[in-house]
């Protein structure tokens, strides 16, 4: 079974940049589409991106399209969440998943594994 696991979350100031990974071990990045989520205090888990690694095709969440980069290391089995230009509603818990490729995308109910989550919190 796949399983997930998600560090680099930390306290940024405004304006600042953080790099999240997920490292995903022993299986084919090529079989998933690999998602990270985020969940802000009183909010619902909204999507953050997505990768498809077998194509590199990505999709973003409209509100970090121009500040947020989702990529893939197929060698370390990792996927990577930059982060830049950080806002105070940026805070939240951020979570990776993985889904089917051929049909998950940016809808949480759409993954069947989800790793644990890193705390981003964006403050001065």
């Known amino acids: 079974d796949v399983q997930l696991q998600a560090s680099g979350g930390g306290l940024v100031q405004p304006g600042g940049a953080l790099r999240l990974s997920c490292a995903v071990p022993?299986?084919?990045?090529?079989?998933?589409?690999i998602g990270w989520f985020r969940q802000g205090p009183g909010r619902e888990r909204q999507a953050v991106a997505c990768i498809v690694s077998r194509d590199i095709t990505t999709y973003y969440e409209v509100s970090v399209k121009d500040r947020f980069t989702i990529s893939s290391d197929k060698a370390k089995n990792v996927v990577y969440l930059q982060m830049t230009r950080l806002r105070p509603e940026d805070t939240a818990i951020y979570y990776c998943?993985?889904?089917?490729?051929?049909?998950?995308?940016?809808?949480?109910?759409?993954?069947?594994?989800w790793g644990q989550g890193t705390l981003v919190t964006v403050s001065s």
């Open positions: 022993g299986v084919s990045l090529d079989d998933y589409v």
């Open positions: 998943a993985a889904g089917d490729p051929r049909w998950a995308r940016l809808q949480p109910h759409e993954y069947q594994t």
